[in-house]
């Protein structure tokens, strides 16, 4: 199992599971993204300590659209920290940096705003 | 490949630009629902076809089937270009059917709506993975263009090096600023527009043939 960092207080309390970068190293591309649907589905709020990569983003997408359904998961919000790099280019990708950018993903109907500026990524989540 | 086919799509490639297998390039219109990416290949259909592609909505999610177009050819400054043209369902990362019940739709409607939504969304993916060649990303310009869904769908179109023209729609909008998006993309060409009253598409299909061309 991933390392977990976990807050719960029990009912009603909004679960946040951290991954590090390192456990993220170690994992497969379909074994991140079931690790974060898994989590979200529950509710949880999942931070990666290392992004994920533009091929697994669109997995994450297209996995995700799999799992909504009207009587629970809307999907995810995502925001991702710092910003994938405009002037990201060709060494970039070959070195792997833009996959070094922390990301939080949340599910939709409990997060009612996700808020990133240049420096801060917050969540408002309503606990259930 | 075979040294023929290679061959041959070296010459092609030569003749018309960036090509698919049967010869003519498809570009993708890709963006967030809404942004007005149906309108404009519409329009683009109706300038060089005089035909329409699918229906348009202020309904989120209204195209939920990639369209395709085949053989679009824009002429400009004495070049032509050919295209095949696909609107894709605009792709984002939830779907609640909910939204579609605050629009008047009926529950059983909005349900089998956001269904037919989250399997667009996939498709669209799916298009982008193999079958296009090239993207056209409409972007509405009166809403901030730093969203995750942008800032991912931009980046997996890049990781897969298919040239980009990004489109600054709805300009007609009073609070619309195709500055912020051009802020946005620097390394993109922008060109703002509006495909609703066809403000600059005279820029956009000089921009088609320089990019796609
Ligand atoms: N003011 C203004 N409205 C526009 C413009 N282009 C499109 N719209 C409107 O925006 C709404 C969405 O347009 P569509 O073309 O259906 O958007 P879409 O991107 O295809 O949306 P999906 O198929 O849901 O992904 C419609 O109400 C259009 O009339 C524009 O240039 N200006
Ligand atoms: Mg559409």
């Known amino acids: 199992m991933p390392e ?7 009912e009603g309390g909004v679960q946040i599971d951290m991954i590090s970068a390192g456990r993220m190293d170690e994992m497969t591309s379909m074994e991140k993204i079931h690790f974060i649907l898994d989590g ?16 697994e983003e669109a997995k994450l997408i297209e996995v ?10 809307s999907g995810i919000e995502i925001e991702s920290y710092p910003k994938e790099s405009p002037k990201s280019g060709f060494l970039d990708r070959i070195l792997g940096e833009d996959e070094s950018k922390m990301t939080v993903i949340g599910p939709a109907n409990q997060i009612e705003t996700l808020h990133k500026d240049s420096e ?7 606990a259930r | 490949m075979g040294i023929i086919t290679e061959i041959r799509n070296s010459i092609s490639q030569t003749v018309n630009g960036i090509f698919a297998d049967d010869g003519t390039a498809r ?7 809404n942004a007005g990416k149906t309108t404009l290949a519409n329009r683009i259909a109706r300038d060089w076809t005089g035909e329409a592609m699918g229906a348009e909505s202020q309904i989120p999610h209204e195209t939920r089937r990639a369209q395709r177009k085949e053989d679009v050819t824009i002429e400009r400054n004495g070049n032509s270009v050919t295209l095949d043209i696909v609107d894709t369902p605009g792709v984002s990362t939830k779907v609640d059917y909910q939204e579609f019940v605050d629009f008047g739709m009926d529950e059983d409607d909005a349900i089998e709506r956001s269904r037919e939504a989250t399997e667009g ?3 669209a993916m799916h298009w982008l993975k193999e079958d296009i060649d090239g993207v056209i990303y409409v972007l509405d310009s009166s809403l901030d263009p730093f969203t995750q869904v942008n800032t991912m769908l931009t980046g997996i179109i890049e990781s897969r090096d298919l040239p980009i023209l990004i489109i600054a729609n709805k300009v007609d909008l009073e609070d619309a600023s195709p500055q912020r998006i051009d802020q946005a993309f620097p390394q993109h060409e922008t060109v703002p527009l509006s495909g609703l009253e066809g403000d600059n598409t005279d820029e956009l299909y000089e921009k088609i043939a320089e990019q796609f061309g």
């Open chain 1, 4 to 10: 977990q960092v976990k807050h719960d207080d029990g």
């Open chain 1, 40 to 55: 979200v589905r529950e509710g949880k709020v999942v931070i990666l300590e290392a992004g994920l990569s533009p091929d």
């Open chain 2, 121 to 123: 969304v996939a498709e």
């Open chain 1, 120 to 126: 801060l990524i917050s969540a408002v989540v309503s």
């Open chain 2, 27 to 33: 570009i993708g219109i890709y963006g967030p629902p």
């Open chain 1, 64 to 73: 995700t659209m799999t799992e909504i359904s009207p009587d629970g998961f």
